[in-house]
């Protein structure tokens, strides 16, 4: 049975956790720096795999030392972002929690995959490749399926068609830059770009961007349980060997013409993390939209890269 750590027992830590369980993936370490969390939400995941008959081991740990061996880190720890802060705001504080994190995971899972959930995603992605010093194709940023989810359910909604029947990539930074890419985007083979108008589309495009905002905003803190079943499924497809297509935060060396910066990417992913990059066709307007949205990563990686001398 493989084993999973996750990092970090705030809402998306357990979120992630409880949909690993529940896809029976393979045993379960929860680690927090507080004292008696961990331990206890993993009894109480326990109990929930008990009652539904799920046989996982799941466990909570303030020490490291327990995801030795461990095939897959799930790193969510660090500062969650309010409603008045950008990702970006959350530089500062999260390179020092990712750095701590990655050094761990080095030490103790050094053959381990890495999926990193930490805003600002990309540059955290990139903090912990620095630091665990692992092959890039193992540490991978968690973020497209949750962006591409929520511009999936507003066109499901206003196509009044399934939300599985729409497929499409995303590319660029987890964030205000994101590249939302409409007209790869199809409803059964069909663009999204013949179905609605671009004013419509637009709008829905706006809307997806300000989605993780919206839901502070009404709820009091941020998004998890749709973060929680992203994560699964990279999960999912990297221990169970898929090769599935998920847009990835990867760091990129040539692929799109970008060298040395963490950016969302269609994915293959499998057992050895990433296995390839798939190049998207891009139009000229696509093309400057994506490197203007990698220069934003860029520069926030540069301030990162200070922060880790």
Not at 77 to 105: C, F, H, P, W, Y
Request: glycine share 10%; proline share 4%; aromatic share 4%.
């Amino acid at each position: 049975m493989p084993l999973i750590g996750v990092i970090g027992c705030g809402r998306v830590g357990v979120s992630a956790a409880i949909q690993i369980a529940l896809k029976d993936l393979g045993d379960l370490v929860l680690v927090d720096i507080v004292q008696g969390l961990p331990q206890g939400e993993a009894l109480d995941l326990s109990h929930m795999a008990s009652i539904l008959g799920i046989d996982v081991e799941i466990t909570g740990s303030n020490d490291y030392r327990d995801i030795s061996g461990a095939d897959l880190a799930v790193i969510t720890a660090g500062v969650v972002r309010k409603a008045d802060m950008t990702r970006m705001d959350l530089l500062q504080k999260n390179t020092a929690i990712v750095s701590d994190v990655s050094e761990k995971v080095r030490e103790y899972a050094p053959n381990s995959k890495v999926i990193v959930v930490t805003n600002p995603l990309d540059v955290m992605t990139y903090v912990a490749l620095r630091k665990t010093g692992f092959e890039r194709e193992r540490v991978i940023g968690f973020s497209g399926l949750l962006d591409f989810g929520r511009f999936r359910y507003l066109v499901a909604k206003e196509l009044g068609v399934s939300r599985s029947s729409i497929v499409g990539p995303i590319i660029g930074e987890h964030g205000d830059n994101m590249v939302l890419l409409p007209r790869l985007t199809h409803v059964l083979g069909k663009p999204l770009t013949s179905l609605l108008p671009r004013e419509k589309i637009g709008e829905l495009v706006e809307r997806t961007r300000r989605a993780g905002a919206e839901v502070i905003s009404l709820k009091g803190w941020s998004a998890s349980h749709a973060p929680g079943a992203g994560v699964a499924l990279m999960v999912e497809a990297i221990l169970k060997d898929t090769d599935a297509v998920i847009p990835s935060s990867v760091y990129l060396r040539g692929e799109y013409g970008v060298e040395g910066v963490c950016s969302v990417v269609p994915a293959v992913l499998g057992l050895s993390g990433v296995k390839r990059v798939i190049e998207l066709d891009l139009d000229d307007y696509e093309r400057r939209e994506f490197l203007k949205s990698v220069e934003v990563v860029r520069q926030a990686q540069e301030a990162a890269d200070k922060l880790l001398h």
